[in-house]
């Protein structure tokens, strides 16, 4: 009788350690994952430009198909030819559509971009500080955009404001500033972590709209600069001025970071990213035509993919 009560005993102690451990590990695991959860909540919240499927390891993407838009497009856009070329990316999912996309043309002020991301990339990669106040030099003025020339030669000026100028107001005298200043050998290995080709004539350089996508997916992606890094040009990028194009075709509610260029009556481009809630998209532009024409055609074009994303499915 003594044994079989050790024995009873015996089982209820393991049964009873046995469940505590589990309600512990439970607990435990809870606490774990909201530790987690409020990690990326937090991470998300801080770095709310970069791509969410970043800090997650299993994202869970909305499944759109886009034939109809693609249909669409191909109606309104193939009777320009070779005058009008975009690509479009789906983010969370990498679905694509392009018409013209492998056509190069000349970047224009497009390459402000990869100048901001070799000065952030200096410090953060490669270790090396830069002077943080320049000199405005003969060099660098350039009055055909931007109002920062008008400071004059010998005027000092904060190599970050620089870039917010280049960028916000895609001032040109503050993007020579940055180009005048910044180490060749490291502009050229930022083009390359990029996938563009290097000249030695930046005015000789010629991108596709889709090669133009790998900048603003690398800001997207953090996979050139830090999360904070990438998040501070985007967010320079959506404070833009400019937005006769792209940004004219999205509801004023929705965040766009872009970059414009233009060449007077000869070419006009416009890129960048369209933070719909949960559907990111990306759409890259350019037109072989006059200001109001080009603007027009950029305009439905992305008032064609902005209706489309923003509406379809909810899911099917």
């Known amino acids: 009788?003594?044994?079989?009560?050790?024995?009873?005993?015996?089982?209820?102690?393991?049964?009873?350690?046995?469940g505590i451990s589990f309600y512990v590990g439970q607990l435990y695991k809870t606490?774990?994952?909201?530790?987690?959860?409020?990690?990326?909540?937090?991470?998300?919240?801080?770095?709310?430009?970069l791509a969410k499927r970043i800090f997650l390891e299993n994202p869970n993407d909305a499944l759109i198909s886009f034939t109809p838009l693609r249909k669409q497009l191909h109606d309104y856009v193939d009777p320009f030819g070779e005058d009008?070329?975009?690509?479009?990316?789906?983010?969370?999912?990498?679905?694509?559509?392009?018409?013209?996309?492998?056509?190069?043309?000349?970047p224009l002020s497009l390459i402000k971009i990869p100048l901001a991301i070799t000065y952030y990339y200096i410090p953060s990669r490669k270790g090396i500080s830069i002077?943080?106040?320049?000199?405005?030099?003969?060099?660098?003025?350039?009055?055909?955009?931007?109002?920062?020339?008008?400071?004059?030669?010998?005027?000092?000026i904060d190599m970050e404001e620089a870039v917010r100028l280049a960028?916000?107001?895609?001032?040109?005298?503050?993007?020579?500033?940055?180009?005048?200043?910044?180490p060749l050998e490291i502009y050229q290995e930022v083009y390359l972590g990029l996938d563009i080709p290097i000249t030695d004539d930046a005015k000789l350089l010629r991108l596709s709209t889709k090669q133009y996508s790998s900048i603003l997916k690398?800001?997207?992606?953090?996979?050139?600069?830090?999360?904070a890094?990438?998040?501070?040009?985007?967010?320079?990028?959506?404070?833009?001025?400019?937005?006769n194009g792209l940004r004219s075709g999205v509801d004023s509610n929705i965040k766009v970071a872009h970059k414009v260029g233009m060449l007077a009556e000869e070419l006009y481009q416009d890129c960048g990213i369209i933070y719909f809630p949960q559907r990111p998209y990306l759409?890259?532009?350019?037109?072989?035509?006059?200001?109001?024409?080009?603007?027009?055609?950029?305009?439905?074009?992305?008032?064609?993919?902005?209706?489309?994303v923003s509406t379809a499915n909810h899911i099917r």
């Open 229 to 243: 890094d990438s998040n501070k040009i985007l967010n320079y990028l959506i404070e833009s001025k400019l937005d």
């Open 218 to 227: 690398a800001l997207y992606f953090s996979s050139i600069l830090d999360w």
């Open 283 to 308: 759409l890259c532009m350019f037109s072989k035509s006059n200001e109001k024409v080009a603007y027009e055609k950029m305009h439905n074009v992305s008032k064609m993919v902005f209706d489309f």
């Open 1 to 18: 009788m003594k044994k079989l009560f050790i024995y009873l005993l015996f089982i209820l102690i393991f049964f009873l350690v046995g």
């Open 31 to 49: 606490y774990k994952i909201g530790n987690e959860d409020a990690s990326i909540s937090r991470n998300q919240e801080k770095y709310s430009l």
């Open 167 to 182: 960028l916000v107001e895609s001032d040109n005298t503050a993007a020579l500033v940055l180009g005048h200043n910044l």
């Open 131 to 156: 002077d943080q106040t320049v000199t405005i030099k003969k060099e660098d003025i350039d009055s055909n955009f931007g109002s920062l020339w008008k400071k004059g030669v010998g005027y000092q």
């Open 84 to 106: 009008f070329a975009f690509y479009f990316e789906y983010l969370p999912t990498g679905v694509s559509i392009g018409i013209n996309e492998k056509l190069e043309f000349t």
